[in-house]
């Protein structure tokens, strides 16, 4: 079964700086029926303005994920790092016990467009943890890339959590299968571009639910198409 959840029913907090768009209930957005789907909380789709950002502010038992899709984002938190994310680089940050940080885009004239992920842990009260690792774009041309899991495989980054998050790039008629069991579900997220999903038509911004499916086939219907897949338990 195959749940369509359209971009334009999302909800949307527009600050001037900021514009985000929540698949699931986030801040002062609520909808009792969207409340996340699985081990899956928020999906947000975040537009920066030049030089404007989150202040610092803190987590505690979640596992957050950021994936730049244009311009750079800054991140320094209270365990010590500091980096930039740019896009192909994957961010996980376990916030476990609890970890301050802050996210400004680095840029003082160009916009960042990026997703903010939160997944929600396994395990409570875990030491905060971050990882950074970056993913070519040839990495993820015409393939579903693992780029996060429970274990680090293919050199993933290391979620606390049983769900696998992949990325594919594909251009019109680029085809990609994916194959899972009765007792997982699936979300797909398309960051760009369109697809059909076992013939259902999803364009930029939706999301799908998808239960109770072994086998799904997802097919670009335009270029520079990027979507991501969740294999959650």
């Known amino acids: 079964m195959i749940t369509v959840r359209p971009a334009q029913a999302r909800g949307n907090a527009n600050f001037g700086w900021l514009d985000s768009k929540h698949t699931f209930s ?45 311009g750079e ?31 400004f885009n680095a840029s003082a004239t160009d916009p960042v467009h990026f997703l903010q992920i ?10 905060p943890s971050y990882e950074q690792k970056h993913f070519s774009v ?4 015409g393939r579903l890339r693992l780029v996060a899991s429970p274990d680090g495989r293919a050199n993933s980054v290391t979620i606390h959590q049983d769900a696998n998050l992949y990325v594919a790039v ?16 699936l979300w797909i997220q398309v960051a760009r571009g369109s697809v059909e999903i076992n013939g259902q038509t999803l364009q930029a911004g939706d999301g ?15 270029d520079n198409t990027e979507i991501l897949l969740f294999d959650l338990a």
Do not use: C
């Open 73 to 103: 984002l800054e991140h320094k938190d209270s365990i010590g790092n500091g980096s930039v994310i740019r896009p192909g680089d994957v961010q996980r940050m376990s916030a476990g016990t609890g970890i301050a940080h802050s996210e």
């Open 138 to 141: 040839d990495e993820k041309q």
């Open 26 to 70: 986030f801040g002062s957005y609520y909808d009792p029926n969207h409340m996340g789907f699985a081990s899956l909380r928020v999906i947000n789709e975040d537009k920066v303005q030049p030089g404007k950002g989150f202040g610092t502010h803190s987590h505690r038992d979640m596992e957050i994920i950021s994936y730049v899709l244009e």
């Open 208 to 222: 799908a639910a998808i239960t109770q499916e072994t086998e799904i086939a997802i097919a670009a219907t335009t």
């Open 118 to 127: 939160w997944i929600l842990p396994d395990t409570a009260g875990i030491k």
């Open 170 to 185: 594909l251009n019109k008629g680029d085809r990609v299968n994916h194959s899972t069991n009765n007792n997982r579900s």
